[in-house]
């Protein structure tokens, strides 16, 4: 066997495996929700466990084949990559009602199948070429990391213009060009290149203005049922699909009073992957045309305040910098991360909304936010946070897994910090039954007065709210008489509820909107009465503050919940639960179950004496399995407060792992032999490496923002290498021993390896919703440690 050729072959497929999964992310983040990146992850691993079990049951009928194996697989996962295209929008899954409705089961597992298929095929080119050169385990395992890291940068080609369907075809031509690399000379010349003509045949004339798919439950696709809709504009980008649409019964604005005397002006709907993030307004620069801006939540701050400088964090469809500059400000900056957003509104839909980014005074800054505000020198009169995710998803809690930095509370604290001495922090939540978001940021903002000293949280509250939103003011300073009334003047005249102010009477609350308790009221005073430790506990849903180190805003899900569900309301509770946390815990059970069957399924075959070796070889392939994914998905959240772009955080953190690791692997390769001793070594650099980012963190996390992104990039990366280098040792080191003394575990070692990154991929989030990112790197140290143990034990008696 030509071990070059099948390191080519191996860095092909495996960039196509690690590029694929990239792009699924991304495209059932646009069809579906974000939390079914978590089921891509585990659905791809569950491939690789699997490979192994397939191996081990066919090995020897494989073994006489394996040129024709090498060839063939390429081409068969071309073919199921292609295959899924149709598939999934022909599977109709829509996961907010799998509890009601039970054939949403059968189609979420027709879709994990779908989407197996082609990620089995991949690991299985991979393992067979580790089963069958184990002498050449670093080699390719060095090869196989590499090729991985070059997948995750195929996201990068969305930066120059391509689309999803773009990137399918480029994937593609690398599967052809592995089936090269292993093919006979007359495959060579004939078949290969007419199947690249087919390719691009197909392309042209099926793929190219094929639509994405969306879940007919997301707001873009009610947005396309209205009279007269028009999709006007539609861009794929690194962070996602951006679309306008237009239609003459299109209208949002959800603060705006429903006692508003002003018309709004004619709209057209923004969305970033389906999801609602703002209207573009039609202005003619006519006198009064923005009058109906005076009846917002968001306009309160406005009434205490006089020609502020204001920051708007999340510009989007302009209108916090339409509501700014209407009341008079001093100066408006504000910060948009999707410069995909930015290019529409300075360009095509620049005439139709008054050129809004380009007003005199107006300073737009294509950054996120927190980290913009991070290294300004600036401080503002005002920091208004405007509704930063739709209705539906919000109370869907489809949102329960992303990692937000916007509302923790070291981002509370840097909002403070950059407000003028009596700024102000504005910030918009939409209403829940029973609410959610808006409590839990009300604790926050009361945490972090009562932290900063010097100012009581009780006289620098104020909330109010209309029929669907919650504004809350945050000031850095207190709430003078003359400001109460004007907060109660403002709230009178747009049939506003006062919440909470300082002094507030229970009589003046709940008196337009009604509910029943009034939440925000007693939340407000339960927390401020020193009575907040009682409130979380009896409160059915979990709105202690979010952190950094746990920075999962919109999960509010606890086991108390399951008490109501249960009871006399029965399913009446269910619309109210994490959805997103939800699934990934039953998508855990289910692929640990299957893993388990998987893995005990071949044992039979492996040898009945006890000098197999198989329990060495579980937990030290397991271990490493669980612990690699632990620290690679707890890294990739972490620098997220570094990078400030979740997609070059993405490309830095994957890429450096996978890069690092490889090099890792091909040093330790150059030894002469590899000895247990290295292995220990490897998991003594790993765990110091690890104690010392850990230790530094609060400073490298004030630090590094200052910086340009390229340079926190750099840096970034240079921060991974003394952690990721030694990690590229103990796997290739133990399938090289295996191979030495028991050939026949090498396949199922593979496998599960593959199974335990399941459960890793999944069990990254779940410890840290409820331990935080440091657990998470402390568990998979401990898991390293265990390994170290054993290296020296696999394959004897």
């Known amino acids: 066997m030509n071990i070059r050729k099948l390191q080519i072959s191996v860095f092909l497929v495996s960039a196509v495996v690690i590029g694929y999964q990239i792009l699924l992310v991304k495209l059932f983040s646009i069809q579906y929700w974000h939390h079914f990146a978590y089921l891509i992850i585990s659905i791809a691993l569950l491939g690789f466990g699997s490979s192994g079990t397939f191996i081990c049951l066919f090995r020897t009928k494989m073994e006489s084949r394996l040129p024709t194996i090498f060839f063939a697989l390429p081409l068969l996962m071309l073919t199921a990559l292609w295959l899924n295209l149709y598939f999934t929008r022909r599977i109709d899954f829509n996961p907010l009602i799998i509890v009601w409705q039970m054939r949403e089961i059968l189609n979420l597992l027709l879709l994990g199948f779908a989407l197996f298929i082609p990620f089995f095929l991949g690991a299985l080119f991979i393992g067979l070429a580790f089963t069958f050169s184990p002498g050449a385990s670093f080699r390719i395992y060095c090869s196989n990391l590499l090729g991985s890291g070059l997948g995750g940068l195929l996201i990068l080609l969305t930066l120059t213009g391509l689309g999803p369907h773009e990137i399918i075809l480029a994937i593609s031509f690398l599967l052809l060009s592995a089936a090269l690399v292993e093919a006979a000379e007359r495959m060579q010349k004939f078949v290969l290149p007419f199947l690249g003509v087919l390719l691009i045949i197909l392309y042209a004339t099926t ?103 204001v920051f708007v964090l999340g510009a989007g469809s302009g209108t916090e910098i339409l509501n700014a500059s209407h009341h008079g400000a001093r100066t408006i900056t504000a910060a948009e991360m999707n410069s995909d957003v930015v290019r529409l509104m300075k360009g095509p839909f620049a005439d139709t909304s008054g050129g809004i980014y380009d007003l005199e005074g107006v300073n737009v800054h294509v950054e996120e936010g927190r980290g913009f505000l991070q290294r300004t020198k600036d401080r503002y009169d005002l920091i208004q946070v405007a509704l930063l995710e739709s209705m539906g998803t919000a109370s869907a809690g489809v ?157 509010t899900f606890r086991l108390g919940m399951l008490k109501y569900y249960l009871g006399d309301a029965g399913r009446l509770y269910v619309p109210y639960m994490d959805w997103g946390y939800i699934l990934v815990w039953v998508s855990l059970v289910l692929l640990m179950v299957v893993s388990s069957a998987l893995i005990l399924f071949p044992l039979p075959l492996l040898g009945r004496s006890p000098e197999a070796g198989k329990l060495p070889c579980f937990i030290y392939f397991g271990s490493l399995g669980l612990a690699y994914m632990f620290i690679e998905m ?145 568990t998979a140290l401990a898991f390293y440690v265990l390994a170290s143990f054993l290296a020296g034990r696999l394959g004897r008696r």
Request: with cysteine; proline share 7%; glycine share 8%.
């Open 634 to 778: 707890s890294f990739l959240q972490q620098f997220i407060r570094y990078l400030f772009d979740p997609v070059f955080s993405a490309l830095v953190v994957i890429g450096s792992f996978l890069v690092y690791s490889g090099i890792g692997s091909a040093i330790a390769g150059r030894l002469r032999e590899v000895k247990p001793g290295h292995v220990c070594a490897a998991a003594a650099l790993i765990i110091l490496s690890a104690v010392v980012f850990m230790i530094s963190d609060p400073i490298l996390g004030r630090y590094i923002p200052l910086l340009p992104l390229w340079a926190r990039c750099v840096l970034c990366s240079l921060l991974i290498a003394p952690l990721a280098v030694p990690m590229g040792i103990p796997f290739p080191y133990g399938l090289n021993l295996l191979g030495q003394r028991t050939p026949g575990l090498l396949p199922w070692a593979w496998g599960v390896n593959g199974f335990f990154s399941v459960i890793g991929a999944a069990g990254t989030i779940l410890v840290a919703i409820s331990f935080g990112f440091r657990a998470v790197v402390i």
């Open 399 to 555: 949102y329960a897994l992303n990692e937000n930095y916007l509302f923790t509370k070291e981002a509370f604290q840097l909002y403070l910090d950059r407000l003028a001495p009596e700024g102000m922090l504005s910030v918009s939540r939409w209403i829940e039954n029973p609410p959610r978001g808006s409590i839990k940021l009300l604790a926050t903002a009361i945490d972090v007065l009562n932290v900063s000293g010097g100012q009581s949280a009780a006289d620098s509250l104020v909330m109010i709210r209309s029929w669907q939103t919650v504004t809350i003011l945050v000031k850095k300073g207190t709430f003078r008489k003359a400001d109460i009334e004007a907060v109660k003047t403002f709230c009178r005249a747009r049939l506003f509820d006062l919440s909470y102010y300082p002094g507030v009477r229970k009589e003046e609350t709940n008196r337009f909107n009604l509910i029943d308790p009034d939440y925000y009221y007693l939340a407000a005073k339960s927390i401020l009465s020193g009575r907040g430790e009682r409130f979380f506990q009896d409160y059915p849903f979990d709105v202690r503050p979010a952190t950094d180190d746990r920075p999962f805003f919109s999960h």
């Open 207 to 309: 793929l190219r203005h094929l639509p994405l798919p969306m879940s007919s439950y997301k707001d873009l696709s009610q947005a396309k049922l209205l009279r007269g809709a028009k999709n006007e504009r539609e861009i794929f980008g690194p962070l996602g699909l951006v679309t306008v649409i237009s239609s003459p019964a299109y209208h949002y604005l959800p603060d705006l009073s429903l006692d508003c005397p002003h018309p709004l002006p004619e709209q057209m709907g923004l969305f970033w992957d389906g999801n609602t993030v703002g209207a573009i307004n039609h202005l003619a620069g006519t006198p009064g045309e923005l009058a109906f801006m005076e009846c917002r939540t968001a306009s309160l701050a406005y009434a205490l305040l006089s020609k502020p400088r």
